[in-house]
């Protein structure tokens, strides 16, 4: 509690931008503000599960503190509130949206002079909660701080996560919105990031014709966020503007790298500092399938399927330059900015492709071994994250030692492989750069079925080993870990095939 008081908690944001004074979460439209001041709903009994020593180390922490992280008490210095903003989902325009269920006590003044927000999510309701109950289940809640912290060490742009602590309520969700809704333990989780903004939170005052509003929020965002830019010149908002979409192409070719399908990119859920935010239904590929996706609402659509996921971020792109165009002189120069960022995306594909399959810089001729390796994953289920952490490994054109990554060898015609592989020895000269490669595609990933384990011991008998063994684990997942192998470095079990949590997720939490 001492510490919590003493450190630098910072109100800005509440200063600098429109907001709602009327306390409380009642949801109902804001019209004309940013954010609303709120208060988190105490927990009844709050039990501190999860916590990140590195997250603590950057906000200054040391001391866990249940209560405060689960939203039951706020310190000296916290200014509650919940932001406003709107967003596309699923390609349509939503309107309001808004921190439905996320809470921010404030920013932290960093030891290293830097400055985050601290937000709870699950701790309540809030304005923006529209039919729902502001509150988060344990298994979703575990998702989100293991893929946070894993995400991190991927070395994939990401919001982090600090804790993760029970409330000791029930909590009524249907699962997969079948008219099956059952009680589940509820969780609060929290997360860090220099800010929770949004291409929505820019959205939203365009769409109410509240130009002013838009100007007096990009004028904060810039000031506060990217003091390198300054946006009161058509120049000035390009060069910012630039800076955005590119570094949402560069979390977007992480994500395509590692093998990582987010589930949901609304554009309410894409960050205006290009980090990964809103872990939702997001799932890893197993068998390298470019269409798959494990949102169960996107099963028809497949609109944010893995293979379509850079498309997307371009689409959304394009809507964050529409919201900012009432405040462009020549709005002309926006397109630019746009074209610029789908040369941008298809570079890192090639750059990550070259990295990946260890040959360096990518060249023209190398397009079709890429193709042809993308046909065989289509005709053959083989696993992303074995396949080209054993390529890097292989010491001659043989199939041996890539055989862990095939699902099915037996019934899998491997003339073909054999073949790709040739060619691929050939091409990097018997002599991959393995070093590249080491670094580039990871050993663990955060699998669908490996949460599920760690959901499964925690709800049934309280049991967070596993959380743990993940947390630690996947804090070096370019490493070895000779003696997890056995148990982690493997393709998905039968069990999980169908497995609701593994193969197919909602948007449920």
């Not at 200063?15 to 105490?42: F, I, L, M, N, Y």
């Not at 630019?336 to 990295?355: H, K, V």
């Not at 023209?364 to 042809?372: F, G, M, Q, T």
Request: with cysteine.
């Amino acid at each position: 509690m001492g510490q919590l008081a003493s450190l630098s908690w910072k109100r800005r944001f509440l200063d600098e931008t429109p907001g709602d004074e009327v306390k409380g979460g009642r949801p109902r439209q804001v019209p004309g503000a940013c954010w609303s001041k709120v208060e988190p709903t105490p927990a009844p009994s709050p039990k501190l599960r999860l916590w990140s020593a590195e997250v603590a180390e950057q906000l200054g922490l040391s001391e866990p503190d249940a209560e405060v992280f689960s939203g039951s008490r706020v310190v000296e210095g916290m200014v509650p509130y919940a932001q406003r903003y709107g967003g596309h989902q699923f390609g349509n325009w939503a309107h309001q949206l808004g921190d439905g269920r996320a809470i921010t006590l404030g920013e932290v003044q960093t030891p290293d002079h830097g400055v985050l927000e601290v937000q709870l999510k699950g701790a309540g309701l809030t304005p923006y909660s529209r039919t729902a109950d502001g509150k988060a289940v344990l298994r979703s809640s575990i998702r989100e701080f293991l893929c946070s912290e894993a995400m991190h060490h991927l070395g994939v742009p990401t919001t982090r996560a600090l804790s993760l602590a029970t409330t000791g309520e029930d909590v009524i969700r249907d699962v997969l919105y079948d008219g099956n809704p059952a009680p589940e333990p509820g969780a609060v989780v929290c997360r860090v990031a220099p800010s929770f903004l949004r291409f929505g939170s820019f959205q939203i005052h365009v769409a109410d014709g509240h130009h002013e509003t838009l100007r007096t929020l990009v004028e904060h965002t810039v000031r506060r966020h990217f003091p390198h830019h300054d946006v009161s010149s058509d120049d000035g908002l390009v060069a910012w503007l630039t800076e955005v979409a590119r570094s949402t192409a560069t979390m977007i070719a992480h994500w395509m790298r590692v093998g990582f399908v987010h589930g949901v990119m609304n554009t309410d859920n894409m960050s205006i500092h290009g980090l990964t935010v809103d872990y939702g239904p997001y799932g890893w590929l197993e068998p390298y399938d470019v269409d798959w996706t494990p949102n169960t609402t996107d099963a028809s659509r497949r609109r944010y399927r893995y293979g379509h996921q850079p498309h997307i971020g371009v689409w959304n792109v394009a809507r964050l330059l529409e919201a900012i165009a009432p405040l462009m002189e020549d709005k002309g120069r926006l397109q630019p900015i746009l074209d610029d960022c789908m040369e941008f995306a298809m570079t890192l594909q090639s750059d990550t492709w070259g990295a990946k399959l260890g040959l360096g810089t990518l060249e023209a001729s190398d397009e079709s071994l890429v193709d042809d390796l993308l046909t065989l994953f289509g005709h053959t289920e083989v696993d992303m994250t074995l396949f080209f952490r054993l390529l890097g490994e292989v010491a001659e054109p043989a199939l041996d030692g890539l055989m862990l990554a095939f699902y099915s060898p037996e019934e899998t015609d491997m003339k073909p492989w054999g073949v790709w592989l040739g060619r691929w020895w050939e091409r990097v000269n018997g002599r991959p750069d393995r070093t590249t490669m080491r670094i580039t595609n990871p050993k663990y990933v955060l699998r669908n079925w490996m949460a599920q384990m760690a959901i499964d011991a925690a709800e049934q008998d309280e049991d967070y080993s596993i959380c743990e063994e993940l947390h630690e684990l996947l804090k070096r997942p370019y490493d070895e870990h000779p003696e997890m192998e056995a148990k982690w470095f493997q393709k998905r079990p039968e069990w999980a095939k169908q497995r609701v949590g593994c193969s197919m997720l909602s948007c449920s939490s």
